[in-house]
């Protein structure tokens, strides 16, 4: 199946990527899809958001990229059925320092994925990497070995500042070295009803970015924050609350819709 591999990216700290990565794949999970989480942040907040470690496990991201392990070696299963995970290390942010002589690095993981030898990447439906909050070695290797982006956008103040300078790279990425990437949707965030912010950012968004935004807007729910440190995603955490109800609606629009093709 093309289209699989989605990458949940903004250079913006804070703004949803993990907790989208994380309630995205776990919903697709409970509805029978096969999902892969790639934890490709060093702060490896997916890796424990799914109640695994991210210091002391040999099979992580960084030992993948560097060659020292192969792809069936570094995924691992989670507590969830159906969701399996490339768990992340701190040592990842040494990644860009230790491969500057190699010229091809940003093609690392495009790489992996293209080599993988017993059709690894046949087992899912879903692939979903977490990006860090950069503009990156780490997020380009991602911009390369994807095949479509879901952007989050928080509905505060200065959401669509760095846009434009994503959009940028997405385009240079997609000239040079991925010409298939797309945007596949722009999700938005934290909206709070009560805060008359939120709604101009909801209609700004709109304007801007047309049919690419999601119908789904993910609420301001204090669940969603609270699951990470119980070590599972908020959709089982606490399937009910309106966070949870916000990203299995999101699963649905998300597999009835590609939104298109080009990037916004
Ligand atoms: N809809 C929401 N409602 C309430 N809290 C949320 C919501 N979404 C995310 N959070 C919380 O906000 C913080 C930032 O979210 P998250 O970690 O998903 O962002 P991120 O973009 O991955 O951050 P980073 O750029 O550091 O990787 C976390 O503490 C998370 O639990
Ligand atoms: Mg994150």
Known sequence: ?????????????GVGKTTTVLNLAASLSIMGL????????????????????NTNEEDNIYNLLIG???????????NIKNL???????????????TASNADRAFTLKKIFDESK???????????IDCPPS???????ALVGSDELVVPLQTEFFALEGITQLIKTIDRIKE????????????????DKRNKLSGEVDNEARNHFKSKVYNTVIPRNVRLSEAPSHGLPCVIYDRACVGSKAYFDLANEFISSTKGASAA
């Not at 096969?34 to 470690?53: E, F, R, W």
């Not at 399996?84 to 230790?98: A, K, R």
């Not at 503009?135 to 290797?141: D, F, G, K």
């Open 1 to 13: 199946m093309k289209n699989k591999i989605i990458a949940v990216i903004n250079q913006k700290g």
């Open 84 to 98: 399996d995970l490339i768990s992340s290390t701190v040592n990842l942010s040494g990644l860009e320092v230790e």
């Open 34 to 53: 096969k999902t892969l989480v790639i934890d490709l942040d060093p702060q490896g907040n997916a890796t424990t958001g799914l109640g695994k470690s």
């Open 135 to 141: 503009l990156s070695l780490l997020t380009v290797i």
């Open 118 to 128: 017993s059709n690894i990447l046949n087992n899912y439906d879903y692939i979903f």
């Open 68 to 78: 020292n392990i192969d792809l069936d070696q570094a995924i691992k299963n989670t």
């Open 176 to 191: 040079s070295l991925n010409p298939q990437l797309s945007v596949r949707g722009i999700l938005l965030t934290m909206f």
